[in-house]
Each structure stands twice: as structure tokens, then as C-alpha cells.
């Protein structure tokens, strides 16, 4: 008999990554036990063979026979005079299995099939894909750059697996080629027009988290546990952490000897600082901790409505805040409290206080074209004439008597 070997004339079946022979042979046999209901009304009647090992398929048609007058059936049975046709020593009552040859279906029969198979393996391939990475969601994975976009960047796995990393998933500081490959996490699998879409994530806490437990095999064995994260990507991150044995000091063994653990996470966030800190339900002294480098002189704590006032002195300010503002923001997303700062009341007049401080009130670039002549706090500014600094800057008599104002306001109050 003709074999239908439609694994091998199919060419798109060729390239296969995601399925083995057996899953292919059992596909074909669905498409082809549809067309053949399709066909003939029914596939009770009929056995399809699949040898998998020569990936040859075929197909047998099952009929009683019976006398010439008394068929009813033609689908079920055969008519005596046709049966002695296929053997001459049939007799009624007997079955004839006859063989199904991929010419006995029309054109359009088989340009159905085809379409059916490439659609049926599309969406188990696409249902495989789907399954794996849905399981690997918070898992660090490691692909290819394939296209860079101005939107997003497509990577490929090293089965081929097309991923997606967005704009808005990627560290402000994140530059890569084709060719490149990069770490992220996968943070989600949507399926868009019946395709998995695979997205990945380089900003998430999440990612933070795997590759403190990739760098720190106490935290892997779970002996040190990581209680919170918050990031400001590429920026600053604060990672709170807590041991359950007295011998382990988490933030050391997190940090590393020299800081030879947290460098290669530091380097792989493109330089972003990460501050690791011993984590307590004391709220006052996770906010001490939280604030780091910056020394707190005293707290009042508000727990109905979330809220702490830090008082400090003025040099202590400008590091309580940090730059752009990112050591209190994390410092109050980790501790869970809307964190203020204020100045020690008393504090002496002679006391300075760090230019940044006025990052509020002032804009930045000012701010930096005082920094670059040497004025790094406010009486520095106010020392010196302001003919002076309008000969060294490019600020106008206005900004600068403005800049003054401020500044003034400041020692005044």
C-alpha cells in the first residue's frame, strides 16, 4: 500500500524544537481522523497505524460484506461483488480492510489537512511554550539579543523562544547590540492572538531578590531570608534582611568578604546602590537603619496614620535624603511609613547646611553651577559677592539674588 510519510514532505515539520516524533505521529492521526469523519461520516470503522520509528502513517477502511440487494450502509459495508474485486475467496459475513491512499482524497482535501496539521502543531507548540515559562515566572533566565527596538527588546532562548523585553522593564542605564546576552526575570506570560507573549523584567525587586540568592548561598539555603526590597532602578535599591541563627550576621554575609558578593549584583544593576540592612519589627529602629548613612538624633511616630518625623542635625539632612531624593523615598517604602525630616531645633549658628538640601526649592542645575566654583552649602554662597558669582556663573542678577533669598530665609528661620 501507499504510505502517507507526511512527516517528512511536510518541510515545516523539519525544524521541530518543542516536539518529539511521537506527539508529531499523534497529531497527524487527529488531522487525519477529522478530514476522514469529514469524508465518510465516521471513523469507527477505521484503524490508522502510526509507526513512529520510520515516521510512515497508514490508514485502513474496515466494511462488512454483504449480498448486493441487502446493502444499506456503503460506509459500514461492501457489496459482495465488489469484494471478490479486492480478493475472489471472500465470502458474506467476512470484513475487507481496504488501504486509504493519500490519492484518494481531492485537492482541497489535502491542502485542508496540511493547513490543519501546521495549525494543530502551531498551538501545541505555542500550549508547551506557554506551560514552561508559566512555571518559570520569577526565574532568571539568560537570553540572546535578537532586535533591538526603541520600545522593547527581543531576545531568543536557547530553544529559540522568542522573549520580550519592554522600555519600561529595562535599567534606565541598560544599552545592548544583537548579539548581546543579558539576565532578566521573567515576570509574566500573556497570550496575544493565541501566541504566548513571554515578558521580562531587569527592574523588578523580584530580579534584585534571585540574584541575592544566586550570589548568597546562605540566603539560598534559607538561612538568611530576605523580608522586603525596594528599588528605584538603576538608582538605588534598600534590601532588608533577617537571620534565624545568632551566628550569621545577614548583612555581612549578604555584603561579602570586601564586598566581593554584592559587587557582581551591584555591577550587573549597571552600578546601582544597594544597601543591605538588618530587618526588626522595631519600626523606630528600622527607620534608623533604613536612613542609613544619615545619623538620626530622634524619631516621633505616628502609627495611626503611618507617619514619622525624623529630626537630625542640618549636615545629616542632605544624606537622609540623598540624591534625588531616592534614600528617603526607599527608606520610607521599606519601613511602611511616610518619613519627614527636619533640622535639630537649636541647632547652633554656626552650622552649615549641604546645598542639595535646597533641591526643592532650587533648581538642580543652579545648584550645579554653584557646586563647580566650590560652593557646596549655603554660607559658602552667601560669603561670597554676588558681582563674584555672576563674573564665575552664568546665573543673572536675578537668579542669584533670588538663590540668596532662600538661602538667607534658611539661617533665618
Not at 275 to 303: F, G, H, M, Q, Y
Not at 389 to 404: G, M, Q
Request: with cysteine.
Amino acid at each position: 500500500m501507499e504510505n502517507l510519510n507526511l512527516v517528512e514532505s511536510f518541510s515545516e515539520f523539519k525544524d521541530l524544537k518543542s516536539i518529539d516524533r511521537e506527539t508529531m505521529m499523534r497529531i497527524l492521526e487527529d488531522v487525519f481522523r477529522a478530514m476522514l469523519i469529514k469524508k465518510y461520516g465516521t471513523d469507527s470503522n477505521i484503524d490508522i497505524i502510526v509507526n513512529i520509528d520510520k515516521g510512515d502513517l497508514e490508514i485502513w477502511r474496515n466494511r462488512v460484506i454483504v449480498e448486493d440487494s441487502e446493502l444499506k450502509d456503503p460506509v459500514l459495508e461492501i457489496p459482495y461483488s465488489e469484494a471478490v474485486k479486492i480478493e475472489s475467496d471472500f465470502e458474506v459475513g467476512e470484513e475487507v480492510s481496504e488501504a486509504v491512499h493519500i490519492s484518494d482524497f481531492g485537492r482541497r482535501e489535502i491542502l485542508a489537512i496540511r493547513q490543519n496539521l501546521v495549525s494543530k502543531i502551531q498551538d501545541y507548540e505555542h500550549n508547551v511554550i506557554y506551560k514552561r515559562y508559566k512555571e518559570r515566572i520569577g526565574e532568571i533566565i539568560t537570553g540572546e539579543v535578537y532586535q533591538v527596538w526603541k520600545r522593547e527588546i527581543l531576545l531568543l532562548d536557547d530553544a529559540g523562544v522568542e522573549l520580550v523585553l519592554p522600555k519600561s522593564e529595562q535599567i534606565p542605564a541598560d544599552f545592548y547590540r544583537k548579539g548581546d546576552t543579558l539576565r532578566a526575570v521573567v515576570l509574566k506570560v500573556d497570550v496575544k492572538n493565541n501566541t504566548p507573549i513571554i515578558v521580562l523584567s531587569r527592574t523588578s525587586p523580584v530580579f534584585l531578590e534571585r540574584l541575592f540568592e544566586q550570589e548568597v548561598p546562605e540566603i539560598f539555603d534559607g538561612l538568611i531570608t530576605i523580608k522586603r526590597i525596594e528599588r528605584e532602578p538603576g538608582e538605588r535599591a534598600k534590601v532588608a534582611v533577617e537571620s534565624y541563627d545568632d551566628r550569621i550576621d545577614p548583612v555581612g554575609a549578604c555584603v561579602g568578604m570586601k564586598g566581593s558578593r554584592i559587587h557582581g549584583i551591584v555591577r550587573e544593576l549597571r552600578n546601582e546602590n544597594i544597601d543591605v540592612i538588618n530587618w526588626t519589627n522595631n519600626p523606630e529602629l528600622l527607620i534608623t537603619r533604613a536612613l542609613s548613612p544619615a545619623k538620626i538624633s530622634s524619631i516621633k511616630i505616628n502609627e495611626e496614620e503611618k507617619t514619622a518625623e525624623v529630626y537630625m542635625k542640618p549636615d545629616q539632612v542632605s544624606l537622609a535624603i540623598g540624591k534625588g531624593g531616592f534614600n528617603i523615598k526607599l527608606a520610607g517604602r521599606i519601613s511602611g511609613y511616610d518619613i519627614d525630616v527636619f533640622r535639630e531645633s537649636g541647632a547652633s549658628e554656626e552650622e552649615d547646611v549641604d546645598l542639595q538640601e535646597f533641591s526643592d526649592e532650587i533648581e538642580q542645575w543652579i545648584l550645579d553651577q554653584l557646586t563647580a566654583i566650590g560652593c557646596d552649602t549655603a554660607k559658602d554662597v552667601l560669603a561670597m559677592d554676588p558681582e563674584e558669582l555672576a563674573h564665575r556663573t552664568d546665573l543673572e542678577d536675578e537668579t542669584i539674588a533670588e538663590v540668596r533669598r532662600i538661602l538667607q530665609a534658611e539661617f533665618e528661620d
